[in-house]
């Protein structure tokens, strides 16, 4: 007796928030899946679903990943073992499943811990997406990298000593998962004369996007989707100002 076919698994960047920036192939195959699966917080709505949400359609399975944003623990095994194994029987069923993935699957996504668990046994295709790193930058009206600059990202859950090295003489810089780490980072670029290269940016691509100077941004109201770019020090205009 031959077993049914297994389905595919996909991992689909959907973007930096505005349904515009979902790229023709997501589209195509989120629309075309029965089963569609995206992370959400422990209470609350999920921000990849949101994105896509006028495109599904209704028919659809839905698995929600919730996982706990508590540091602690993340990254939460237990909720990918669970997660990983609910999307595989769907797929040894032979049912194709689209993983919601904010901007792109392999740019700090979650993603990459379903990637794992599933990859051996299964066919996973990887549809990448527009990432907030580029989306940050047309937001800010300013290139992300310029000419021979070199390009750093740098997550700012990082201590500040550990964030002091990376950005000490730092080219061009990407400062992402900003939310409660903002002071800390803006007090370390504030230490290293390098406030005035700082661009602020949040909820990028989204009708409520900020930008916005670092004097003029109140640290406990900073939200997750928010980040700091800076120019490269050679960059006219861009210099220390
Ligand atoms: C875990 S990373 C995921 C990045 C995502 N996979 C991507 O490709 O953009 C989350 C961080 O990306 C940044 N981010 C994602 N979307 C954003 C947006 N629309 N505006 C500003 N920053 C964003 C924030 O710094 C946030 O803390």
């Not at 917080?41 to 706990?68: C, H, K, N, T, Y």
């Not at 998962?177 to 700082?198: C, P, Q, S, T, Y």
């Not at 409520?208 to 980040?227: G, H, K, S, T």
């Amino acid at each position: 007796m031959t077993s049914a076919p297994k389905g595919t698994i996909y991992g689909v960047g959907v973007g930096p928030g505005d349904p515009e920036l979902v790229t023709l192939k997501a589209l195509r195959i989120l629309r075309a899946a029965p089963v569609v699966a995206y992370p959400a917080p422990l209470d609350g709505d999920s921000f990849a679903r949101a994105i896509v949400a006028q495109f599904l359609s209704g028919a659809q399975r839905e698995i929600v990943i919730r996982v706990p944003m508590v540091p602690e623990r993340f990254p939460a095994q237990d909720v990918y073992d669970r997660a990983a194994r609910e999307i595989g029987a769907e797929a040894a069923a032979g049912q194709d499943v689209a993983v919601l993935c904010q901007g792109d699957p392999f740019f700090y996504g979650s993603f990459m811990y379903l990637f794992s668990r599933l990859a051996a046994e299964f066919h996973v295709d990887i549809v990448p997406g527009v990432s907030s790193l580029t989306a940050c930058a047309a937001a800010s009206r300013s290139p992300l990298a310029a000419r021979d600059e070199t390009l750093t990202v740098i997550p700012a859950t990082l201590d500040a000593a550990a964030l002091e090295r990376r950005l000490a003489g730092v080219d061009a810089a990407a400062i992402i998962k900003l939310g409660r780490h903002f002071a800390k980072v803006r007090d370390v670029l504030l230490r290293l004369g390098l406030a005035g290269r700082a661009r602020y940016v949040e909820r990028a691509s989204l009708p409520n996007q900020r930008i916005l100077a670092l004097a003029d941004i109140d640290a406990a109201a900073v939200p997750y989707f928010a980040m700091i770019l800076l120019g490269g020090p050679n960059r006219p205009g861009e210099g220390e100002r």
